[in-house]
């Protein structure tokens, strides 16, 4: 609960807090500021703005009854055509050390039609309880039902911390479960660790357009939820001879699956080379291309060193290539061997998504673009010379 309050022994009507509410809430009577509790959003504006410190805001927080019932490690296993999907590795190795830290079990959440036996490589990267929900309806994916039976699996086994990649998926299903569980929810993190002293999730990620880093804590609600981007966390190893561990099959009944929306059609997304997010290699082009028909020498590059096609945003806003392709904190997070930046001038939205590439290439006519900054290496010049040059090079050596 929280409450905004102006002490009468302290104002001295000065008006400043009503100038400044962005809400028209504070009007004045008989020289006191007065606020409408019903126009007031509590955003801090006047309390900020007034000189003798006359207007307070407190906020009482309270746990949530059965704080200390919630344990546990909780990754949402997202599989797609019956293909656990790379993301899932990623946050079972980060839930592995989190888990740790909170010396209690990973487990993992597997929904899906036929998906039983997917539940040993779930083990094998260090799982140690699968919650497995597999029924024949479920076998392609709706929003609608899979946030159902999510939430009924946490409401009864009470997890600490629940763990989904931020994909289109995991993007679109983890808000409803979190609106429904009626506790917070962090976006799009890049960091998770666990605070020594209070023990509680804190949850880092990109805010103000990349510009800072902002680290979230749930205090007092549970289970604390976080969608972690793809590419930034270390996969979790695979351990051949671990096969096997506890299986929950929870059973779900027609009102727990029913949706109000039906698939009609699949449509895939077929792309000419490699998958973005799996590439080891990534060319992408920016700004500098200067038109969407001279990608033709980025895919070329990309399909002779067998990597991916990547963007900036500039080049999507332009219309120039599908945004399927875009890298940056408003498309993709890349985690490449090798990142060829082509054309792109450096800008943090972008560097946000593949700056944690191993090895940074930037081929740019401007030598004082902010992507030298970060590139291991850097090419001052002409692309349109550079890079078909360095393919007829490539070509060359991959044929010895």
Same mark, same amino acid.
């Given at each position: 609960?929280?409450?905004?309050?102006?002490?009468?022994?302290?104002?001295?009507?000065?008006?400043?807090?009503?100038?400044?509410?962005?809400?028209?809430?504070?009007?004045?009577?008989?020289?006191?500021?007065?606020?409408?509790?019903?126009?007031?959003?509590?955003?801090? $504006?006047?309390?900020?703005?007034?000189?003798?410190?006359?207007?307070?805001?407190?906020?009482?927080?309270? +746990?949530?009854?059965?704080?200390?019932?919630?344990?546990?490690?909780?990754?949402?296993?997202?599989?797609?055509?019956?293909?656990?999907?790379?993301?899932?590795?990623?946050?079972?190795?980060?839930?592995?050390?989190?888990?740790?830290? +909170? %010396?209690?079990?990973?487990?993992?959440?597997?929904?899906? $039609?036929?998906?039983?036996?997917? /539940?040993?490589?779930?083990?094998?990267?260090?799982?140690?309880?699968?919650?497995?929900?597999?029924?024949?309806?479920?076998?392609?994916?709706?929003?609608?039902?899979?946030?159902?039976?999510?939430?009924?699996?946490?409401?009864?086994?009470? !997890?600490?911390?629940?763990?989904?990649?931020? /994909?289109?998926?995991?993007?679109?299903?983890?808000? +409803?479960?979190?609106?429904?569980?009626?506790?917070?929810?962090?976006?799009?993190? /890049?960091?998770?660790?666990?605070?020594?002293?209070?023990?509680?999730?804190?949850?880092?990620?990109?805010?103000?357009?990349?510009?800072?880093?902002?680290?979230?804590?749930?205090?007092?609600?549970?289970?604390?939820?976080?969608?972690?981007?793809?590419?930034?966390?270390?996969?979790? $190893?695979?351990? !051949?001879?671990?096969?096997?561990?506890?299986?929950?099959?929870?059973?779900?009944?027609?009102?727990?699956?029913?949706?109000?929306?039906?698939?009609?059609?699949?449509?895939?997304?077929?792309?000419?080379?490699?998958?973005?997010?799996?590439?080891?290699?990534?060319?992408?082009?920016?700004?500098?291309?200067?038109?969407?028909? %001279?990608?033709?020498?980025? /895919?070329?590059?990309?399909?002779?060193?067998?990597?991916?096609?990547?963007?900036?945003?500039?080049?999507?806003?332009?219309?120039?290539?599908?945004?399927?392709?875009?890298?940056?904190?408003?498309?993709?997070?890349?985690?490449?061997?090798?990142?060829?930046?082509?054309?792109?001038?450096?800008?943090?939205?972008?560097?946000?998504?593949?700056?944690?590439?191993?090895?940074?290439?930037?081929?740019?006519?401007?030598?004082?673009?902010?992507?030298?900054?970060?590139?291991?290496?850097?090419?001052?010049?002409?692309?349109?010379?550079?890079?078909?040059?360095?393919?007829?090079?490539?070509?060359?050596?991959?044929?010895?």
């Amino acid at each position: 609960m929280s409450a905004i309050q102006v002490l009468e022994d302290k104002c001295i009507g000065c008006k400043i807090c009503v100038k400044t509410c962005p809400y028209n809430a504070i009007t004045m009577q008989e020289k006191l500021a007065v606020i409408d509790i019903t126009k007031c959003t509590l955003c801090g $504006s006047c309390v900020d703005a007034c000189p003798v410190d006359a207007i307070v805001i407190q906020v009482e927080r309270k +746990r949530i009854e059965g704080f200390d019932d919630y344990q546990g490690v909780w990754v949402f296993a997202e599989q797609r055509d019956g293909v656990i999907q790379p993301v899932v590795y990623e946050l079972l190795g980060v839930g592995q050390r989190l888990a740790k830290t +909170r %010396n209690t079990e990973l487990c993992a959440v597997l929904i899906g $039609s036929g998906v039983s036996e997917k /539940t040993k490589a779930l083990f094998q990267r260090g799982a140690d309880k699968v919650y497995l929900v597999d029924h024949p309806k479920l076998g392609q994916y709706v929003d609608e039902a899979y946030a159902r039976v999510i939430t009924k699996i946490v409401k009864q086994y009470k !997890p600490e911390i629940v763990l989904a990649g931020a /994909t289109a998926l995991g993007r679109a299903m983890i808000p +409803r479960v979190a609106v429904e569980l009626k506790t917070g929810l962090t976006a799009d993190c /890049t960091g998770l660790e666990i605070d020594p002293e209070s023990g509680h999730l804190l949850q880092t990620r990109p805010a103000f357009g990349g510009n800072i880093m902002a680290t979230i804590r749930c205090e007092n609600f549970r289970p604390q939820m976080a969608t972690v981007r793809h590419k930034v966390m270390t996969e979790a $190893s695979v351990n !051949p001879e671990r096969t096997e561990g506890e299986i929950i099959k929870i059973e779900v009944k027609d009102p727990d699956i029913a949706s109000r929306t039906s698939i009609l059609e699949v449509i895939k997304d077929v792309e000419e080379t490699v998958k973005l997010t799996e590439a080891d290699i990534i060319v992408s082009g920016g700004r500098g291309m200067v038109g969407p028909e %001279n990608f033709k020498i980025i /895919t070329e590059m990309a399909k002779v060193l067998g990597g991916a096609v990547g963007a900036s945003r500039a080049a999507v806003d332009a219309g120039w290539i599908e945004y399927s392709h875009q890298v940056g904190q408003t498309g993709k997070t890349v985690k490449p061997k090798i990142y060829i930046a082509c054309g792109i001038s450096g800008a943090i939205q972008h560097l946000v998504g593949m700056s944690s590439a191993d090895v940074i290439i930037a081929i740019n006519k401007n030598p004082d673009a902010p992507i030298f900054q970060v590139a291991d290496y850097g090419l001052v010049g002409d692309l349109f010379q550079i890079i078909p040059s360095l393919t007829e090079h490539f070509k060359e050596i991959l044929k010895k």
